[in-house]
C-alpha cells in the first residue's frame, strides 16, 4: 500500500537538531508522496529528500463556510462582542483586546480569561459547533491559533492573529498567501481595520484550494492504479 501525507506540519524547523534532521530523512523515505502546510517545512523536507514536496491548504480550508455550516450551533449570547483564542498565553493580546472591548464597547467571549475584562462566556470546554457558532456570529476575532484566524478567514471575519511563537510559521504562510499581512499583529495598535477586501482573498483562497484537490487527485489516483 501506498503511504500519502497530506498537509504535513513540522512547526518551527530552525530549531530542528542534526539528530533528529537524520530521523526524519530516514523516515521520510516510508512515504511516497508527501505535501506539507508550510513553506518552510517543504524547504527542509527537500534538503534532506529527493521526493516532491508540495505545499497545500490546511485540510480545514478544502471545504467552505457553507460546509462547515452544517456542524454550527448559535450561540445564546445575546450582546455584541469580541471573540478571543488565546491558545498561548499572551500579554499582547490581552492588552490589545482590552483596548478594543473599551473603546468599542464590546463584551468578551475567549478561550482562556487570564487578564481579560468585560468577559461573559469562555469556549474552553466548548463543541465543534458552539465553537464555530460563537466565532461566526463575533463582531471580530483576536487569536494566536492556527485555526481560529483560518476560520475567521472561512466566515469573512474582522480579525487579528498574534504568530503562535512555536507554531506561527503556518500562520504566517497561510496569511502571506492570501495577502492578509495587514492582519500579523506583534504589539497592539491604536487604529483597528473591521473592513477586509475578502472578494480578494476568496479569489486567493480558491486556486490554493483547487491547487490543494489537484495533489490529492492525482496521488489518489495513483495509489488507486487508475
Not at 481560529?148 to 506561527?168: A, C, D, E, Q
Amino acid at each position: 500500500k501506498r503511504r500519502i501525507a497530506y498537509g504535513v506540519s513540522i512547526g518551527q524547523t530552525k530549531d530542528i537538531g542534526d539528530e533528529t534532521a537524520d530521523k526524519f530523512e530516514v523516515y521520510v523515505q516510508h512515504f511516497d508522496y508527501i505535501s506539507t502546510r508550510e513553506k518552510t517545512a517543504a524547504g527542509f523536507l527537500k534538503k534532506i529528500s529527493s521526493k516532491k514536496i508540495v505545499t497545500v491548504l490546511d485540510p480545514v480550508l478544502l471545504l467552505d463556510a457553507q460546509e462547515w455550516d452544517r456542524i454550527i450551533i448559535s450561540p445564546k449570547v445575546n450582546q455584541k462582542y469580541l471573540f478571543i483564542y488565546n491558545l498561548q498565553p499572551n500579554k499582547q493580546i490581552i492588552d490589545f483586546a482590552n483596548q478594543i472591548s473599551e473603546n468599542y464597547n464590546l463584551k468578551v467571549v475567549c478561550f482562556r480569561k487570564d487578564g481579560l475584562e468585560n468577559v461573559i462566556d469562555s469556549f474552553m470546554f466548548s463543541s465543534p459547533g458552539e465553537f464555530l457558532g460563537l466565532l461566526k456570529n463575533s463582531e471580530m476575532v483576536i487569536t494566536n491559533s492556527f485555526h481560529g484566524t483560518v476560520f475567521s478567514i472561512l466566515y469573512h471575519k474582522p480579525f487579528y492573529t498574534f504568530p503562535h511563537t512555536t507554531r506561527g510559521e503556518r500562520m504566517l504562510d497561510l496569511l502571506n498567501t492570501l495577502g492578509l499581512q495587514d492582519r500579523i499583529l506583534y504589539k497592539p495598535i491604536d487604529e483597528v481595520d473591521f473592513i477586509i477586501n475578502y472578494e480578494q482573498v476568496e479569489g486567493k483562497l480558491s486556486v490554493e484550494r483547487e491547487k490543494s484537490l489537484d495533489f490529492l487527485r492525482e496521488v489518489l489516483g495513483d495509489a488507486s492504479g487508475e
